[in-house]
């Protein structure tokens, strides 16, 4: 039967033992098995420290001197996509991005929509709504009438936009997590070694290599193949810069990768291999080759979406998960 646990007068501990400085040199001279810091809502200005262990228990607290607003003037002082859950520059490149295949219509505002065209729907979709859903349900439909499409949901959108679909018959599709990388630190990222093969890929007249390097992977229609490279040619980057890298090998384009530059941020996307050409570390080499331009260009943060084959390859290369977007198919009712 384990010892009754009984509480321990703090007034006994010296008062430095209990500050959070020398927390760690306590709980070791003493072999406290666990130790929990949390900061109690009612008292945001200092720490209650519980040392656990059979038979002590330790509740005291410990006071900051004055840490949290030094620490929250430096963070006042930093640009603003430092701050790691900082995400709407993060989002406003994602969105930018797919307003870029809006060849046949493109809206911002209370509700953005970007469409192709194409008969694939990644490529048609709401990426925002402001307004609630009941609202602009039936301009959504109106603007993507004859194409399959998804409606995105981020922490951004309307708080009512996931049941509202849902009462209107979307169905979930998938959902991909937000990842970030803060470039501004050194120990965050190192970039893999440089496998022959990856360059930047300039475009020309003909636009059919790169798409033919990233359609199989990405499962687009053969018959929306010479229809996506001419939206492809034409593809704008609203005031950002599009910066394209390629993975050559046997003579053609088997990987992409594409960095979207814009207000402080570098967005990675297309990160496409082709099935055959899987596991050879190409989309990785893509990547990297993308974030040392980016750190280059003197970006922060650099933001990509992850499936959850693609997280733990992301969190290899010191990306950190921050939200996630979820996709549903267009309502029904």
């Not at 192709?116 to 009941?134: C, E, K, M, T, V």
């Not at 034409?234 to 890298?245: H, I, K, S």
């Not at 969190?315 to 029904?332: D, L």
Request: charged share 25%.
């Amino acid at each position: 039967m384990p010892a009754p646990t009984r509480p321990l007068d703090a007034a006994s501990i010296p008062r430095q033992a209990v500050c959070a400085a020398h927390v760690r040199g306590l709980a070791r001279t003493c072999h406290f098995s666990r130790l929990l810091v949390h900061s109690p809502a009612a008292d945001p200005s200092s720490a209650a420290i519980h040392l656990h262990q059979s038979p002590f228990r330790i509740v005291a607290p410990c006071p900051r001197a004055g840490g949290g607003e030094r620490r929250a003037a430096k963070r006042k002082q930093r640009p603003r996509v430092h701050n790691r859950h900082d995400l709407a520059p993060q989002l406003d490149n994602y969105r930018q991005y797919w307003k870029g295949w809006g060849a046949e219509h493109v809206t911002a505002g209370a509700l953005h929509v970007y469409r192709s065209g194409l008969q694939y729907a990644r490529l048609n979709g709401i990426s925002h709504n402001d307004a609630h859903p009941r609202e602009v349900i039936d301009a959504a439909r109106e603007r993507l009438t004859g194409v399959p499409w998804i409606w995105e949901i981020t922490e951004e959108s309307h708080p009512d936009t996931r049941d509202a679909l849902t009462a209107a018959g979307s169905q979930h599709y998938t959902s991909t997590v937000v990842m970030e990388l803060d470039l501004t630190r050194s120990s965050a990222y190192r970039p893999s070694a440089a496998l022959p093969g990856v360059a930047e890929w300039t475009p020309g007249e003909d636009h059919a290599p790169w798409v033919r390097g990233w359609s199989a992977a990405m499962w687009l229609p053969e018959s929306e193949f010479e229809r996506a490279a001419r939206i492809d040619e034409a593809r704008g980057d609203d005031g950002g810069r599009l910066v394209r890298y390629a993975f050559t090998a046997d003579g053609e384009i088997r990987a992409t990768t594409e960095l979207l530059l814009t207000d402080g941020v570098a967005g990675v996307y297309l990160v496409a291999t082709q099935p055959a050409y899987r596991r050879r570390g190409m989309a990785t080499a893509l990547v990297s080759a993308a974030l040392i331009r980016a750190r280059e260009e003197g970006m922060p943060v650099a933001t990509l979406q992850a499936s959850g084959d693609g997280e733990p390859v992301y969190r290899r290369m010191g990306f950190e998960p921050i939200s996630a977007i979820h996709a549903y198919s267009p309502p029904v009712a």
